[in-house]
């Protein structure tokens, strides 16, 4: 018999190669920016923040810093791939489409956390870590991404014919557990959050929602 993946959900993952050298010089430009205060914050979080989140305001790929530029490049890059695939675009179709986006850092010390939300008005959503922190080995949990499973009513009854199914028709959540140059873009409608994070420095993360344009041309059935 053959079992289709019908209803599921694309999770798009890589690694920036080498990237220490990316990773430091955004670690030293995001402290920087995170010690003055209000002038970097987001004056308007869409979340409440929690005590030890640092959130800057949501326009971090327009910064002219080479670092920055940097990190953009490949993730718009990632971002292209994926979408084309996904929707089976030519190079053409591809190259008339314009991405539009909020784009930002977190820093997060020792117990904060970010609250399960979605993100309305956008198609794709990522999260670049720049450093996971070093969390204590009794807290595997710690600062771990976790997306819920949007087939909500998959578990309400259980028995041994639904128990154990492998992934990806698995009930409950998954988690990304990031190591640094790690880069995890998802469908923005897809319920998510940040668990507490227990170490004693820093998780610096970039997360980005983008939406899409057309540049006129060729139609998409050409």
Known sequence: MHIAPVFAVPLGQANFPGSEILNAELRHLFLSREAQGSKFANPNPSLKQQPGVFESEFDLFSWPDTCVQE???FCWKQLGMLVQELNGYTDAELARIQIFSHTWFHVT???GFVLSHTHPMASWSGVYCVAPGHSPA???DSGVLKFHNP???SNTFLDA???RPVPPY????????FAAGDLVIFPSWLQHEVLPFHGDDERITVAFNCW???????????
Do not use: M
Request: aromatic share 8%; charged share 20%.
């Open 151 to 153: 087939h909500h009513y």
């Open 109 to 111: 010390r020792h117990g």
């Open 138 to 140: 009794d807290r595997p």
């Open 212 to 222: 899409f344009g057309q540049r006129p041309g060729l139609n998409a059935s050409q």
């Open 170 to 177: 698995h009930h409950g959540t998954w988690n990304v557990r």
């Open 161 to 163: 014919g639904n128990l």
């Open 71 to 73: 990190l953009r490049k």
